[in-house]
């Protein structure tokens, strides 16, 4: 990176923790400090195993089985041994990419004692089309992680092995039967290109190519992109916490940040998504037109979902007020008892930090184009559990996004006209936007006043996590 100031944006490598401490309140940078805990599979899968233990195993039921070596070398033996010589296993080395080191395993006393390494049960059961593995790249976009904003191309790839599936002995070494990498089966000399991504041929698709293959085929594939969803909002939410105190720890600015992952994720023969790796800087190399097609599209709404600006004093963090401080520390209290309980009232009082963080929302949601935004919308409140601590933004932008009569167009017309007055940069505003603790008598601690979000029509229960659409 260039030690000039005269830049607004960049996108390219990881940075040392140093050089983001460096980074001006108006310039974005493509990574997030700490990103790499879930990009490398050892850290992300402790983050899943971790979620696991505080909640359970079937709501965080989307990684297979694995053992990090050579702490776990004892328990891998005993559980080898247990699922007998039918149960497959494959090695991955825990920071690497494009199927570089990826090995399936043939037999127990060839893997290796003392090296770093992941084992992983092999999911042997996958979906198939036209007898071939396939797993899916799917781009997520997050541009902050406090609040966490959460976005999903609708787009993406998908990628066929080149060699008929099968789980024969013979075929164990054979990475074009079980590796989907690109990178990976462009060397076979039977791959076959595809240039474009609505056509259902070559190994490689387009993803929106895929759900129409699904419906054909009786299989919903709404609800598979649903489960999707899902599965990427659970996994950030798995290593938030990291990240934000990196966050915390690394950046002058914390807006100044965002990252785009690549998502590997493989449906088995029972259509259920598995989260394979996350790239924390995924190919946008482009080598056909599906490429191209695809790729280009999403890279330039991803820059202009960034939202670069240029320097402006309006740009420099505006401290907390004291009765900011405590509508903060307050709402972050009651929430901990009850999710629900705050979303009476959170908008009641509407200071001049609120409406910057909503009116910055709002305004980037403006520019998402092909993005959908996955997280935050009403239907993800009850994932508020999942935070290891609550976040006042988290809390305030579902209530935003929950409330009708927000939503139903006055809701913009009213922060055009708070804008207009200047109110979200005033450090003395009018009484009618200053919290008070007073205020507090007001809040109950009972949500019987708000209804959770209802999904295609069913009521939600009190702790069932709704799908996401």
Same mark, same amino acid.
């Given at each position: %990176?260039?030690?000039?100031?005269?830049?607004?944006?960049?996108?390219?490598?990881?940075?040392?923790?140093?050089?983001?401490?460096?980074?001006?309140?108006?310039?974005?940078?493509?990574?997030?400090?700490?990103?790499?805990?879930?990009?490398?599979?050892?850290?992300?899968?402790?983050?899943?195993?971790?979620?696991?233990?505080?909640?359970?195993?079937?709501?965080?039921?989307?990684?297979?089985?694995?053992?990090?070596?050579?702490?776990?070398?004892?328990?891998?033996?005993?559980?080898?041994?247990?699922?007998?010589?039918?149960?497959?296993?494959?090695?991955?080395?825990?920071?690497?990419?494009?199927?570089?080191?990826?090995?399936?395993?043939?037999?127990?006393?060839?893997?290796?004692?003392?090296?770093?390494?992941?084992?992983?049960?092999?999911?042997?059961?996958?979906?198939?089309?036209?007898?071939?593995?396939?797993?899916?790249?799917?781009?997520?976009?997050?541009?902050?992680?406090?609040?966490?904003?959460?976005?999903?191309?609708?787009?993406?790839?998908?990628?066929?092995?080149?060699?008929?599936?099968?789980?024969?002995?013979?075929?164990?070494?054979?990475?074009?039967?079980?590796?989907?990498?690109?990178?990976?089966?462009?060397?076979?000399?039977?791959?076959?290109?595809?240039?474009?991504?609505?056509?259902?041929?070559?190994?490689?698709?387009?993803?929106?190519?895929?759900?129409?293959?699904?419906?054909?085929?009786?299989?919903?594939?709404?609800?598979?992109?649903?489960?999707?969803?899902?599965?990427?909002?659970?996994?950030?939410?798995?290593?938030?916490?990291?990240?934000?105190?990196?966050?915390?720890?690394?950046?002058?600015?914390?807006?100044?940040?965002?990252?785009?992952?690549?998502?590997?994720?493989?449906?088995?023969?029972?259509?259920?998504?598995?989260?394979?790796?996350?790239?924390?800087?995924?190919?946008?190399?482009?080598?056909?037109?599906?490429?191209?097609?695809?790729?280009?599209?999403?890279?330039?709404?991803?820059?202009?979902?960034?939202?670069?600006?240029?320097?402006?004093?309006?740009?420099?963090?505006?401290?907390?007020?004291?009765?900011?401080?405590?509508?903060?520390?307050?709402?972050?209290?009651?929430?901990?008892?009850?999710?629900?309980?705050? %979303?009476?009232?959170?908008?009641?009082?509407?200071?001049?930090?609120?409406?910057?963080?909503?009116?910055?929302?709002?305004?980037?949601?403006?520019?998402?184009?092909?993005?959908?935004?996955?997280?935050?919308?009403?239907?993800?409140?009850?994932?508020?559990?999942?935070?290891?601590?609550?976040?006042?933004?988290?809390?305030?932008?579902?209530?935003?996004?929950?409330?009708?009569?927000?939503?139903?167009?006055?809701?913009?017309?009213?922060?055009?006209?708070?804008?207009?007055?200047?109110?979200?940069?005033?450090?003395?505003?009018?009484?009618?936007?200053?919290?008070?603790?007073?205020?507090?008598?007001?809040?109950?601690?009972?949500?019987?006043?708000?209804?959770?979000?209802?999904?295609?029509?069913?009521?939600?229960?009190?702790?069932?996590?709704?799908?996401?659409?």
């Amino acid at each position: %990176m260039s030690s000039s100031k005269d830049w607004i944006g960049y996108y390219g490598k990881h940075m040392k923790a140093a050089t983001f401490k460096t980074i001006k309140p108006y310039q974005k940078v493509n990574h997030l400090p700490g990103s790499f805990h879930m990009g490398r599979k050892d850290t992300m899968w402790k983050s899943i195993i971790r979620m696991q233990s505080k909640f359970s195993k079937k709501e965080f039921d989307f990684v297979p089985q694995t053992f990090i070596l050579p702490e776990e070398f004892e328990a891998l033996k005993h559980e080898y041994e247990s699922r007998g010589s039918k149960a497959r296993w494959i090695m991955k080395p825990p920071a690497s990419a494009r199927g570089i080191g990826v090995q399936m395993v043939k037999k127990f006393n060839l893997i290796p004692r003392n090296r770093p390494l992941l084992v992983q049960q092999y999911i042997s059961n996958p979906m198939l089309i036209n007898d071939s593995k396939c797993d899916l790249r799917i781009y997520v976009y997050t541009t902050s992680m406090d609040p966490l904003r959460l976005y999903i191309y609708d787009d993406g790839l998908v990628r066929f092995a080149t060699v008929k599936y099968s789980t024969a002995t013979r075929h164990l070494s054979n990475r074009f039967v079980h590796l989907t990498n690109y990178s990976v089966n462009k060397k076979n000399k039977n791959f076959q290109a595809n240039a474009d991504e609505t056509v259902r041929q070559g190994h490689k698709w387009g993803l929106k190519a895929l759900w129409p293959y699904l419906n054909e085929r009786g299989v919903d594939a709404e609800k598979v992109w649903r489960d999707i969803k899902e599965l990427v909002l659970k996994t950030i939410i798995a290593s938030e916490s990291y990240i934000n105190s990196q966050i915390k720890a690394n950046m002058r600015h914390k807006d100044c940040v965002f990252e785009l992952f690549g998502f590997d994720v493989m449906l088995d023969d029972k259509y259920k998504p598995w989260l394979i790796e996350v790239n924390i800087s995924p190919s946008l190399h482009s080598t056909s037109g599906l490429d191209l097609n695809i790729k280009g599209p999403m890279l330039c709404h991803v820059l202009n979902l960034t939202g670069f600006r240029l320097p402006d004093q309006h740009w420099n963090r505006i401290p907390l007020t004291n009765d900011e401080k405590s509508k903060h520390a307050h709402f972050v209290s009651v929430c901990s008892h009850e999710v629900t309980s705050y %979303m009476n009232c959170i908008l009641d009082t509407l200071t001049p930090d609120d409406m910057r963080m909503i009116i910055e929302t709002e305004d980037e949601l403006t520019r998402k184009g092909n993005f959908q935004l996955v997280f935050p919308i009403s239907q993800t409140i009850p994932y508020l559990k999942y935070f290891s601590v609550p976040r006042y933004y988290n809390l305030l932008l579902h209530a935003w996004f929950s409330n009708p009569h927000y939503r139903a167009g006055r809701g913009i017309a009213m922060l055009k006209d708070f804008a207009r007055q200047g109110l979200p940069f005033k450090t003395q505003p009018p009484p009618a936007h200053v919290w008070t603790l007073r205020q507090k008598s007001l809040i109950t601690l009972s949500p019987k006043k708000y209804k959770l979000p209802t999904l295609a029509g069913t009521k939600v229960r009190k702790k069932k996590v709704p799908k996401l659409k």
